[in-house]
T-cell receptor
Framework: GESVGLHLPTLSVQEGDNSIINCAYSNSASDYFIWYKQESGKGPQFIIDIRSNMDKRQGQRVTVLLNKTVKHLSLQIAATQPGDSAVYFC?????????????FGSGTRLQVQP | EAGVVQSPRYKIIEKKQPVAFWCNPISGHNTLYWYRQNLGQGPELLIRYENEEAVDDSQLPKDRFSAERLKGVDSTLKIQPAELGDSAVYLCASAILHFRDTGELFFGEGSRLTVL
């Protein structure tokens, strides 16, 4: 399949290690955040979300942390596996002139070394 | 349950030619989105439908792009005429949301357009 991106920031980790992917969002009015995973040749796949009234949310092997003071979002993946290799996007959601707008960041490529 | 289905997966055309993409959302999903994803970037919203109504088309280049969602189910996105800069992956997504709601979007695998 085609590559999602050729010049994305890349995080390379060893299998079994923990991964942390960071994202700076732009709008202080954003009240909902989502992390998506995109494998080559596929559409984005939902991983986890968090609302702005929370600082942390955990899923299966994944944790999202939200720091509204510095407009920073992170995705932590525990015990990273080769199947986690993909491009990860954060997205912020906010009300803009009465409509909801979901804006994606530029993505980070995660490479898991066996 | 079937996911969001898009076709064609790949399309190569000469500039100035027309092209159309088709999307079948997940059954029961009232909201449908078309996004464009350029190489190395995140998806960018083109248009959002709630049932048959386009509730957000502010990012759709209306001089050459058009979209429709007849009967509030399937949707088509058309470009006429295509330009070199239209080369990208066109993603369709669907959700069960209302205009002011937030929530998960389910994406199709995309239609990759190459304009020569």
């Amino acid at each position: 399949g085609e590559s999602v991106g050729l010049h994305l920031p890349t995080l390379s980790v060893q299998e079994g290690d923990n991964s942390i992917i960071n994202c700076a969002y732009s709008n202080s009015a954003s009240d909902y955040f989502i992390w998506y995973k995109q494998e080559s040749g596929k559409g984005p796949q939902f991983i986890i979300d968090i609302r702005s009234n929370m600082d942390k949310r955990q899923g299966q092997r994944v944790t999202v942390l939200l720091n509204k003071t510095v407009k920073h979002l992170s995705l932590q993946i525990a015990a990273t596996q080769p199947g986690d290799s993909a491009v990860y996007f954060c997205a912020e959601n906010y009300m803009d002139t009465g409509r909801r707008a979901l804006t994606f960041g530029s993505g980070t490529r995660l490479q898991v070394q066996p | 349950e079937a996911g969001v289905v898009q076709s064609p997966r790949y399309k190569i055309i000469e500039k100035k030619q027309p092209v159309a993409f088709w999307c079948n959302p997940i059954s029961g999903h009232n909201t449908l989105y078309w996004y464009r994803q350029n190489l190395g970037q995140g998806p960018e919203l083109l248009i959002r439908y709630e049932n048959e109504e386009a509730v957000d088309d502010s990012q759709l280049p209306k001089d050459r792009f058009s979209a429709e969602r007849l009967k509030g189910v399937d949707s088509t996105l058309k470009i006429q005429p295509a330009e070199l800069g239209d080369s990208a992956v066109y993603l369709c997504a669907s959700a069960i949301l209302h205009f002011r709601d937030t929530g998960e979007l389910f994406f199709g695998e995309g239609s990759r357009l190459t304009v020569l």
